[in-house]
Nanobody, 121 residues
Framework: QVHLVESGGGLVQAGGSLRLSCAAS????????MGWYRQAPGKERGLLAA???????NYADSVKGRFTISRDNAKNTMYLQMNSLKPEDTAVYYC???????????????WGQGTQVTVSS
């Protein structure tokens, strides 16, 4: 079926940068809005940034100005450039995509496996 594969997570010092990527593969007819979420220990998963198929973006206030979401439709890949990282950014980061697997099929949410981002102080 459809899979979202993430990469780019890791350990970084405060003030540093990381770039996450999420590639969609499988039986894909079309991909709609994609987004990045994160879940910190003891907290619910929350939306960080979203990007539509035509490139319209929205950001959570906590990451606005520091994170940049982008996508390459030809590669079915989404990116999250994270700059000026803070310890508060430490969380598991998940990618999400609204994907249809056929012309006459509905659009459903798909999730990546999550990747750990740890920002040390």
């Amino acid at each position: 079926q459809v899979h979202l594969v993430e990469s780019g997570g890791g350990l970084v010092q405060a003030g540093g940068s990381l770039r996450l990527s999420c590639a969609a593969s499988g039986s894909i007819f079309s991909i709609g809005t994609m987004g990045w979420y994160r879940q910190a220990p003891g907290k619910e998963r929350g939306l960080l940034a979203a990007i539509t198929t035509v490139g319209t973006t929205n950001y959570a206030d906590s990451v606005k100005g520091r994170f940049t979401i982008s996508r390459d439709n030809a590669k079915n890949t989404m990116y999250l450039q994270m700059n000026s990282l803070k310890p508060e950014d430490t969380a598991v980061y998940y990618c999400n995509a609204k994907i249809s697997t056929g012309r006459w099929y509905g659009v459903y949410d798909y999730w990546g496996q999550g990747t750990q981002v740890t920002v040390s102080s």
